[in-house]
């Protein structure tokens, strides 16, 4: 199959990697995460290492892991919820891929993941109003940086991965199954 890259954006919890593993079996290529990618860079998880060395130097290695993914050959690619605050990150992948924003309302977002306590982000007081801040200061950013837009609502995996397949097919990105 000789389509470009597919990328995935969205906030926290909207589906990327779940999404992202299915959509690439579907279409038959590698699905890469480029959170996994930079957590194998920098030897631990991302959490410790935000703690650690910030997140200004944090954004510096996913820059430069978004750039190398960007150019590697066809893939289904999942970024992390804050890849598009880099003007750098938004330019590579809507110039390199065919963008995919998973729109998930921040309520919708706090009802899959009010019990999950592996991230950060919502290790807050109010997990519900951080979404929401995040929502206001990162759907422009992904909106800019998409060439689609899917609601995720509450369909299934398998019918958000039918969705976007249907859009890249009628976009004439990837040929009908």
């Known amino acids: 199959m000789n ?3 597919i990328v995935l954006v969205g906030l926290p919890g909207s589906g990327k990697s779940t999404v992202g593993r299915q959509l690439a079996r579907r279409l038959q ?3 890469l995460d480029s959170d996994h990618v930079i957590e194998e860079r920098i030897g631990c998880a991302i959490r410790d290492y935000f703690e650690r060395e910030g997140e200004a130097s944090f954004r510096d290695v996913e820059e430069s892991v978004i750039d190398e993914l960007t150019l590697q050959a066809s893939s289904v690619l999942s970024t992390g919820g804050g ?3 880099r003007p750098a ?3 590579h992948l809507h110039e390199r891929g065919h963008v995919v ?3 998930s309302s921040p309520e919708e977002l706090f009802r899959r993941l009010r019990h999950d306590t592996s991230r950060p982000l919502l290790q807050v007081a109010d997990p519900l109003g951080r979404l929401r ?3 206001t200061q990162r759907d422009p950013l ?3 940086t998409a060439h689609f837009v899917i609601e995720t609502g509450r369909p299934s995996v398998a019918t958000l991965v039918n ?6 097919e009628l976009a004439g990105i990837v040929p009908g199954q």
């Open 89 to 91: 990150n938004r330019l």
């Open 83 to 85: 890849a598009v605050l």
């Open 142 to 144: 992904y909106r800019e």
């Open 29 to 31: 290529l590698p699905f």
């Open 133 to 135: 801040d995040l929502y």
């Open 3 to 5: 389509a470009k890259k």
């Open 163 to 168: 969705m976007i397949a249907m859009q890249l």
């Open 101 to 103: 924003y998973l729109r």
